[in-house]
């Protein structure tokens, strides 16, 4: 048995990680990376240096204001008129710092930068308070951190509320997290948007990072699923409101896929020690395959972007290329030229080299050594049609353009169906191998959909492995032994439980309902809940293009690890309450919009100090004159709602943030669930949360042992998941890329999940 290692109980606190020490501590260099690049001209030869040079130069951090907040301006403005000009001339190691500005590119000045890295920040107390505030912030979802050039993707996809959007290689979530925001955009009382986003991730750990980086975001039109991207399985939708049974397609899809990396080295600096010529040959087939069943699933007129953050042209140009020639005339390439103005970029190339994994430029497949044929598909090479193709209007960000990371990103727009090309046209031998497969694969996927149009069914009959991991003399056998969930491309994680809807009559449906006073158009036939136990547990609410995917007679294709806003968990309480549901702080935000005022309790700030500081106060511990309504209230869950506009000294200093001038509250109205018993109350929030607002607040609280939080079963379990691939995650693995830094974030945010949720 191996040896297992473990924290020990009474062990030292954990050193904080200081990237900036490895990083200095290495060599920046890599002659076979920059022989590599300067052979691919990528730029004139007197931009190389400038560009060389950057690339050793720590990145600055970045944040972006959220945009479902319909304070995210006053957010901004708080930054930029109470913090910034208390951050000019602070010098942090020495150092002049900048003080934090907007990217020029991103919209309303949305997106922020600043150059003092996150491990010098308590060194300064200016930098201090305001590491304090975007934590803050960050924890209710006004703010989130992002590398800059992580946010160019989504912001091409020009999402729109209503719009179907797939996003295919989603983990760890900074891009979903975007995507959401944008659905979510006009944040209209009362409506729950058209619009839906299907995460998907293969690997089932990252997946659960993706859930925990998206749940601030409360959306019910969020889907996570766990497949290959290359495999993402068709499906026909439950029938709308029209009677129409409508296939599983998007009007936006991300392909953000997983690539070698190396543009990521300004803050991966183990790129400079790693990097080789191998490194982005066994990921190009697996991108085109990814990118063209995105493609497939894309609706006519839809548009997919393409990303990755590698500089190479093999990860990049090639596959993009290969995606237009197998297209044959029904996508074409964008010219983004005038969309994001401010965004300094070079044009793709049409043209360059492939080298063997030794260092030598191999000009077409027939040059290859016979023992290293196998590795290369011919699409590696720029297609004798490259000139036509309008490869120019790809987009390449440099590191020294605006002082960011790298990134590679294309934007395709579907002009007509697409059907994949014949087997003969395969890109490779191994995939020509895959093709004698066919007929035992392709029978069986027409027996499940023979009603699917031309496209689908090309679509089933293709659903391939990564050829890298498939032995090509076994492929046939293996293939026809597969199990439905592995041709899909379910990941094997643990089985799901299923999702299953409540009635709009179900009695648990018409308690909650009258006792909160639900809206009488409220959806009452959106929850669901994910066990057949005898009870309900946790009430979940999803929107309602999540349920005609659920609802969907295929759903058993199609691996859901998570959707749905946690809306009511039955309260284990030795109370008497007509009601044992309660609400969830996770989806207060939602369901306040939907609760009748008799269960909402306007307070002021008194009230929100007396429950943060006090575990179980009484209803003497409040002000007298709220005191009848206290007692007049029926015992149970209801909502307390502050409203910093309501305070008659709104506008005296936050002792917190004192010296930033900071007015004493936060912006807009907040909701937090609340018990009452008898004769006392309780918040309901747990100690992550509890103290977040605290601080929002610029007050004190008390944690209580008593938190309560509806923690489904397991989910304890499912966080340290999380964590330990966040964990895995920050040792900077290739295709994590530029998002290593959230990955960072999320370990952090987990732990304390963790640890609340075994309280
Ligand atoms: C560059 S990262 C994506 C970053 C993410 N879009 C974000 O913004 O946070 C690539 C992701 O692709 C996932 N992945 C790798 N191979 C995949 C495949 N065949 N299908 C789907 N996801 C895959 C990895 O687990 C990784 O999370």
Same mark, same amino acid.
């Given at each position: 048995?191996?040896?297992?290692?473990?924290?020990?109980?009474?062990?030292?606190?954990?050193?904080?990680?200081?990237?900036?020490?490895?990083?200095?501590?290495?060599?920046?260099?890599?002659?076979?990376?920059?022989?590599?690049?300067?052979?691919?001209?990528?730029?004139?030869?007197?931009?190389?240096?400038?560009?060389?040079?950057?690339?050793?130069?720590?990145?600055?951090?970045?944040?972006?204001?959220?945009?479902?907040?319909?304070?995210?301006?006053?957010?901004?403005?708080?930054?930029?008129?109470?913090?910034?000009?208390?951050?000019?001339?602070?010098?942090?190691?020495?150092?002049?710092?900048?003080?934090?500005?907007? *990217? +020029?590119?991103?919209? @309303?000045?949305?997106?922020? $930068?600043?150059?003092?890295?996150? !491990?010098?920040?308590?060194? /300064? =107390?200016?930098?201090?308070?305001?590491?304090?505030?975007?934590?803050?912030?960050?924890?209710?979802?006004?703010?989130?951190?992002?590398?800059?050039?992580?946010?160019?993707?989504?912001?091409?996809?020009?999402?729109?509320?209503?719009?179907?959007?797939?996003?295919?290689?989603?983990?760890?979530?900074?891009?979903?997290?975007?995507?959401?925001?944008?659905?979510?955009?006009?944040?209209?009382?009362?409506?729950?948007?058209?619009?839906?986003? *299907? +995460?998907?991730?293969? @690997?089932?750990?990252?997946? $659960?990072?993706?859930?925990?980086? !998206?749940?601030?975001?409360? /959306? =019910?039109?969020?889907?996570?699923?766990?497949?290959?991207?290359?495999?993402?399985?068709?499906?026909?939708?439950?029938?709308?409101?029209?009677?129409?049974?409508?296939?599983?397609?998007?009007?936006?899809?991300?392909?953000?896929?997983?690539?070698?990396?190396?543009?990521?080295?300004?803050?991966?600096?183990?790129?400079?020690?790693?990097?080789?010529?191998?490194?982005?040959?066994?990921?190009?087939?697996?991108?085109?395959?990814?990118?063209?069943?995105?493609?497939?699933?894309?609706?006519?007129?839809?548009?997919?972007?393409?990303?990755?953050?590698?500089?190479?042209?093999?990860?990049?140009?090639?596959?993009?290329?290969?995606?237009?020639?197998?297209?044959?005339?029904?996508?074409?390439?964008?010219?983004?030229?005038?969309?994001?103005?401010?965004?300094?970029?070079?044009?793709?190339?049409?043209?360059?080299?492939?080298?063997?994994?030794?260092?030598?430029?191999?000009?077409?497949?027939?040059?290859?050594?016979?023992?290293?044929?196998?590795?290369?598909?011919?699409?590696?090479?720029?297609?004798?049609?490259?000139?036509?193709?309008?490869?120019?209007?790809?987009?390449?960000?440099?590191?020294?353009?605006?002082?960011?990371?790298?990134?590679?990103?294309?934007?395709?727009?579907?002009?007509?169906?697409?059907?994949?090309?014949?087997?003969?046209?395969?890109?490779?031998?191994?995939?020509?191998?895959?093709?004698?497969?066919?007929?035992?694969?392709?029978?069986?996927?027409?027996?499940?959909?023979?009603?699917?149009?031309?496209?689908?069914?090309?679509?089933?009959?293709?659903?391939?492995?990564?050829?890298?991991?498939?032995?090509?003399?076994?492929?046939?056998?293996?293939?026809?032994?597969?199990?439905?969930?592995?041709?899909?491309?379910?990941?094997?994680?643990?089985?799901?439980?299923?999702?299953?809807?409540?009635?709009?009559?179900?009695?648990?449906?018409?308690?909650?309902?009258?006792?909160?006073?639900?809206?009488?158009?409220?959806?009452?036939?959106?929850?669901?809940?994910?066990?057949?136990?005898?009870?309900?547990?946790?009430?979940?609410?999803?929107?309602?293009?999540?349920?005609?995917?659920?609802?969907?007679?295929?759903?058993?294709?199609?691996?859901?690890?998570?959707?749905?806003?946690?809306?009511?968990?039955?309260?284990?309480?030795?109370?008497?309450?007509?009601?044992?549901?309660?609400?969830?702080?996770?989806?207060?935000?939602?369901?306040?919009?939907?609760?009748?005022?008799?269960?909402?309790?306007?307070?002021?700030?008194?009230?929100?100090?007396?429950?943060?500081?006090?575990?179980?106060?009484?209803?003497?511990?409040?002000?007298?004159?709220?005191?009848?309504?206290?007692?007049?209230?029926?015992?149970?869950?209801?909502?307390?709602?502050?409203?910093?506009?309501?305070?008659?000294?709104?506008?005296?200093?936050?002792?917190?943030?004192?010296?930033?001038?900071?007015?004493?509250?936060?912006?807009?109205?907040?909701?937090?669930?609340?018990?009452?018993?008898?004769?006392?109350?309780?918040?309901?929030?747990?100690?992550?949360?509890?103290?977040?607002?605290?601080?929002?607040?610029?007050?004190?609280?008390?944690?209580?042992?008593?938190?309560?939080?509806?923690?489904?079963?397991?989910?304890?379990?499912?966080?340290?998941?999380?964590?330990?691939?966040?964990?895995?995650?920050?040792?900077?693995?290739?295709?994590?890329?530029?998002?290593?830094?959230?990955?960072?974030?999320?370990?952090?945010?987990?732990?304390?999940?963790?640890?609340?949720?075994?309280?």
């Amino acid at each position: 048995m191996g040896r297992r290692f473990s924290r020990k109980k009474n062990a030292a606190p954990r050193k904080e990680r200081d990237p900036n020490e490895t990083y200095m501590e290495l060599k920046k260099v890599n002659e076979q990376m920059e022989q590599y690049y300067k052979a691919q001209k990528i730029m004139s030869d007197e931009e190389w240096p400038v560009f060389w040079e950057h690339l050793k130069v720590t990145l600055p951090t970045t944040f972006r204001i959220t945009g479902t907040r319909s304070h995210a301006v006053e957010i901004r403005d708080t930054v930029k008129n109470a913090f910034v000009p208390h951050l000019r001339d602070i010098s942090v190691d020495g150092v002049i710092a900048n003080p934090p500005r907007p *990217l +020029a590119w991103y919209p @309303d000045e949305l997106g922020w $930068h600043y150059d003092v890295p996150r !491990t010098s920040l308590k060194k /300064s =107390p200016e930098y201090a308070k305001f590491h304090q505030f975007l934590v803050a912030e960050t924890e209710v979802g006004n703010i989130s951190r992002q590398e800059a050039v992580s946010m160019i993707p989504p912001l091409l996809l020009d999402v729109k509320p209503q719009h179907w959007v797939m996003d295919m290689c989603a983990a760890p979530g900074s891009k979903t997290a975007q995507i959401i925001e944008m659905v979510h955009a006009n944040e209209q009382y009362k409506v729950v948007p058209a619009g839906l986003i *299907l +995460a998907n991730d293969a @690997d089932y750990k990252r997946s $659960h990072m993706l859930i925990h980086q !998206t749940k601030r975001l409360q /959306s =019910p039109c969020l889907l996570v699923t766990n497949h290959d991207a290359s495999m993402m399985p068709s499906l026909k939708l439950a029938p709308n409101n029209k009677g129409e049974v409508l296939p599983l397609e998007f009007d936006r899809v991300l392909a953000d896929v997983p690539c070698s990396g190396d543009a990521t080295l300004r803050k991966n600096p183990m790129v400079w020690l790693k990097w080789t010529h191998g490194g982005a040959m066994g990921l190009h087939h697996t991108q085109v395959n990814i990118l063209q069943r995105g493609v497939q699933m894309l609706k006519v007129g839809g548009r997919i972007v393409y990303s990755t953050c590698s500089f190479n042209p093999m990860e990049n140009e090639a596959v993009i290329a290969e995606m237009l020639n197998r297209a044959n005339g029904t996508l074409e390439l964008v010219d983004v030229s005038q969309e994001l103005p401010a965004l300094k970029r070079r044009p793709g190339l049409s043209d360059w080299k492939v080298f063997t994994k030794e260092g030598k430029i191999v000009d077409k497949l027939e040059d290859v050594p016979e023992d290293a044929k196998g590795k290369f598909y011919p699409s590696m090479w720029a297609p004798k049609n490259a000139s036509e193709l309008h490869l120019e209007r790809c987009l390449r960000i440099y590191p020294h353009l605006q002082d960011t990371g790298g990134f590679f990103v294309a934007v395709l727009k579907k002009t007509a169906p697409f059907v994949v090309p014949n087997p003969n046209r395969a890109a490779s031998k191994v995939e020509a191998a895959e093709a004698t497969t066919e007929s035992v694969e392709s029978s069986e996927t027409k027996d499940e959909s023979n009603t699917e149009n031309e496209e689908t069914l090309a679509t089933g009959d293709k659903h391939k492995l990564d050829t890298d991991a498939v032995k090509e003399s076994e492929e046939p056998v293996k293939k026809a032994r597969m199990s439905r969930a592995e041709r899909y491309g379910a990941a094997t994680g643990p089985k799901e439980e299923p999702f299953l809807f409540l009635d709009a009559k179900n009695a648990d449906v018409e308690l909650f309902s009258k006792f909160y006073g639900l809206d009488e158009d409220f959806p009452k036939d959106q929850f669901l809940v994910r066990s057949e136990g005898e009870k309900n547990k946790t009430i979940y609410f999803v929107s309602e293009a999540v349920k005609t995917i659920l609802k969907s007679e295929e759903i058993h294709r199609l691996k859901v690890v998570n959707t749905g806003v946690r809306a009511f968990v039955r309260q284990d309480s030795n109370t008497p309450a007509e009601c044992l549901f309660r609400l969830n702080s996770e989806g207060i935000n939602l369901m306040r919009q939907f609760v009748s005022d008799n269960r909402v309790i306007p307070v002021h700030l008194k009230e929100v100090i007396t429950l943060l500081q006090s575990p179980y106060p009484k209803i003497s511990e409040f002000a007298e004159e709220m005191q009848p309504r206290l007692t007049a209230l029926q015992t149970g869950c209801c909502i307390f709602e502050f409203d910093p506009e309501q305070e008659e000294n709104k506008d005296q200093p936050n002792p917190r943030w004192e010296g930033q001038g900071l007015t004493g509250f936060v912006k807009g109205k907040l909701a937090f669930p609340v018990w009452k018993a008898q004769v006392s109350f309780n918040m309901l929030l747990t100690k992550q949360d509890r103290r977040s607002l605290a601080m929002r607040l610029g007050v004190d609280c008390v944690d209580s042992t008593h938190v309560i939080e509806g923690g489904a079963k397991g989910t304890a379990a499912k966080a340290a998941a999380i964590a330990a691939a966040a964990a895995v995650d920050s040792s900077a693995d290739a295709d994590s890329g530029a998002d290593a830094m959230d990955a960072e974030d999320t370990e952090e945010a987990t732990e304390e999940a963790t640890e609340e949720e075994t309280v």
